[in-house]
T-cell receptor
Framework: GAGVSQSPSNKVTEKGKDVELRCDPI?????LYWYRQSLGQGLEFLIY????????KSGLPSDRFSAERTGGSVSTLTIQRTQQEDSAVYLC????????????FGEGSWLTVV | DQQVKQNSPSLSVQEGRISILNCDYT??????FLWYKKYPAEGPTFLIS?????DKNEDGRFTVFLNKSAKHLSLHIVPSQPGDSAVYFC????????????FGQGTRLTINP
């Protein structure tokens, strides 16, 4: 498709399990972002990839969270030993280049930890 | 450290009237600002942007105003329509240096018939 694609769209997992969330950015976009939105909260920055530069991981809330971007395209956000407070919608976005361009969001992956 | 703040969590406006959403920022290095709109169960969608070389940008019913000295921007929607009911996020960044977008907490706008 033409837009940012995220999978799964919904995930229910048991506390303590690991989850992987996938993001396919818009083709040709060099910048990729992960944000999350917890219930009733704003958009919380998690991590930012720009081309071949070292990612900005300053928003990752704990060392249980990690993300990779393979081949400058697809990205995977991994949450280890999930906790109930990890329940949120995880939003991926991409943009053509460094910030200053509009970023385009996917539909999000809704994670529920029970 | 909340660098971008939307102090009104919600706003209710009558259909046909003007909606004004406000946003304040603290980082004087920000030079690019955007507004996003989010419906429930959907990702945010881009609405309008403005760079710091301007103080106004208009697109149809939507106008964004930037007051750099006050570190304040606002989004005006006129006339407001029921389909405008959504959560609106403002965001800011620095164009140079590949800086990430920083978002505010969002304002839920409800347009009443």
């Amino acid at each position: 498709g033409a837009g940012v694609s995220q999978s799964p769209s919904n995930k229910v997992t048991e506390k303590g399990k690991d989850v992987e969330l996938r993001c396919d950015p818009i083709s040709g976009h060099t910048a990729l972002y992960w944000y999350r939105q917890s219930l009733g909260q704003g958009l919380e920055f998690l991590i930012y990839f720009q081309g071949n530069s070292a990612p900005d991981k300053s928003g990752l809330p704990s060392d249980r969270f990690s993300a990779e971007r393979t081949g400058g395209s697809v990205s995977t956000l991994t949450i280890q030993r999930t906790q109930q407070e990890d329940s949120a919608v995880y939003l991926c976005a991409s943009s053509p280049g460094p910030t200053g361009n509009t970023i385009y969001f996917g539909e999000g992956s809704w994670l529920t930890v029970v | 450290d909340q660098q971008v703040k939307q102090n009104s969590p919600s706003l209710s406006v009558q259909e046909g009237r003007i909606s004004i959403l406000n946003c304040d920022y603290t980082n004087s290095m920000f030079d690019y600002f955007l507004w996003y709109k989010k419906y429930p169960a959907e990702g945010p969608t881009f609405l309008i942007s403005i760079s710091s070389i301007k103080d106004k940008n208009e697109d149809g019913r939507f106008t964004v105003f930037l007051n750099k000295s006050a570190k304040h921007l606002s989004l005006h929607i006129v006339p407001s329509q029921p389909g405008d009911s959504a959560v609106y996020f403002c965001a800011a960044s620095r164009i140079q240096g590949a800086q990430k977008l920083v978002f505010g907490q969002g304002t839920r706008l409800t347009i009443n018939p």
